[in-house]
C-alpha cells in the first residue's frame, strides 16, 4: 500500500466507518469511483488542451479494459485492511465534534471532487 498523508488516511477512516453493512466495499468503490473521475478529467483536459490525443474514442472496446485495469491497480495499491486498521487506533481519541466536522469534510471533498470534475470536463469540452 502506498504511504498515504494524514488527510487522506482520515479520508480512509472515515470511509470504512460510513455505514457497517460493508466497509471495505464502501471504501473501495468511493474512491475508485472519484479517482477515475479525476483521472478522466486530466485525460480530457490533456487532450484538449495539449497537440497530444490521449483520450481514446468511446466505441473502442479496449475503453473497458482500461477502465477495468485502473480498477485493478486501485485495489491492489489501496486494499489492506491491517493497515486501515491502523487507522482506527491512529483516529480512535476523535472528540464528536472533530467526527461530525470530519464527516463533512469527507463528504465535500468527495461530492465537490466529483462536481469539479465534470465542471472542468464541461468547460473544455465546450
Not at 3 to 10: A, E, F, I, M, N
Not at 81 to 98: G, I, L, N
Request: charged share 20%; net charge neutral.
Amino acid at each position: 500500500m502506498l504511504p498515504l498523508c494524514k488527510c487522506y488516511r482520515y479520508l480512509i477512516y472515515r470511509l470504512y466507518h460510513f455505514r457497517d453493512d460493508t466497509p471495505i466495499t464502501n471504501v473501495l468503490v468511493t474512491l475508485a469511483t472519484v479517482h477515475l473521475f479525476q483521472f478522466l478529467t486530466i485525460l480530457i483536459v490533456i487532450d484538449k488542451c495539449t497537440p497530444f490525443k490521449v483520450w481514446p474514442g468511446s466505441s473502442e472496446p479496449r475503453d473497458t479494459i482500461e477502465v477495468s485495469i485502473f480498477l485493478v491497480l486501485h485495489y491492489i495499491l489501496f486494499y489492506n485492511k491491517k493497515k486501515w486498521e491502523e487507522f482506527d487506533v491512529e483516529f480512535k481519541d476523535e472528540t464528536p465534534e472533530h467526527k461530525r466536522i470530519g464527516f463533512w469534510l469527507v463528504i465535500l471533498y468527495l461530492v465537490g471532487s466529483i462536481i469539479i470534475s465534470f465542471g472542468i470536463m464541461v468547460w473544455v469540452c465546450s
